[in-house]
């Protein structure tokens, strides 16, 4: 059982019952894949009592065969990352090759380098079991709303040195070849390129990017600003236009500012 506190019988008659209003649920579907069959009920008695339309899977297989069914109607999924067979984090890695879906791993191990290893595959959030089932359901509704909710509206196309951002499109392009950037690194090269210069604490990367309510190590934005880093030089953009600000956070630099004494 992951949780730290008993949850109801969801075997209960009450489980199919709507939310009442604000609860939060707003009609969104969310995919459950867990073996643990009491922890499965529980979360799925939790999340329909929350207004949401619950979807469940015992197994990787069959839970990847749902979320590539029910794509693109699929608002999050809660993915256990110790399953029979195809493992969770083999499912992530499936998924973010055709999906764009949250996705907020479940799992025992409490291990840095499995939390890096789920983030670098594309996970939204990690939660490590027992885990407390009101910060679990606060944080499907984050990522909920967040997905529901169109940030402001940025330019169509931003020309950043050798860099052409298209946001809407979410392409970055060095040279006439397109990046393979994930959500979270994308959001980060967007945010920083909007306003050279300016210095973004990780915090506020966190409450841009990630939202505001999802709890999130701040080292998890240096590991995504590493990767990114990478990726530039890896395209041929040999001037560091990511900057480390020491004890403050990062800025974006463009090229011409970047070579001024």
């Known amino acids: 059982m992951g949780l730290n506190s008993s949850g109801p019988d969801a075997t209960s008659d009450r489980g199919d019952r709507r939310a009442p209003n604000g609860a939060g649920g707003e009609d969104a579907t969310v995919l459950v894949i867990e073996d643990d069959p009491t922890l499965l009920s529980t979360l799925a ?44 984090f083999h499912v992530l890695r499936q998924m973010r090759s055709t999906l764009d879906v949250p996705v907020i791993m479940l799992t025992a191990r409490g291990e840095e380098q499995d939390r890096i290893d789920g983030l ?33 509206r940025p330019p169509s196309v931003l020309f950043r040195g050798p860099i052409r951002i298209e946001p809407e499109r979410r392409r970055a ?27 973004f604490g990780r915090q506020q990367l966190l409450d841009a990017i990630w939202g505001e309510e999802i709890i999130v190590d701040e080292r998890t934005v240096d590991v995504h600003i ?34 001024r004494p």
């Open 173 to 199: 392009v060095v040279n006439d070849v397109e990046l393979q950037l994930r959500p979270k690194e994308f959001g980060l090269l967007v945010t920083l390129a909007m306003e050279p210069g300016r210095v």
């Open 120 to 152: 670098e595959l594309g996970a939204d959030d990690y939660v490590v079991k027992p885990f407390a089932l009101r910060e679990l359901l606060a944080r499907v509704r984050a990522n909920v709303r967040r997905r529901a909710v169109p940030s402001a």
């Open 45 to 88: 008695y939790n999340l329909t009592r929350d207004g949401y339309r619950v979807l469940t899977a015992t197994d990787g297989e069959a839970g990847l065969a749902i979320a590539r069914a029910e794509s693109p109607g699929l608002d999050l999924v809660l993915l256990d990352v110790m399953l029979p067979g195809m493992n969770g």
């Open 226 to 259: 590493s990767w990114l880093r990478t990726k530039l030089n890896d395209a041929g953009v040999r001037q560091e236009m990511i900057r480390t600000v020491y004890g403050a956070g990062y800025r974006f630099v463009v090229p011409d500012a970047a070579e």
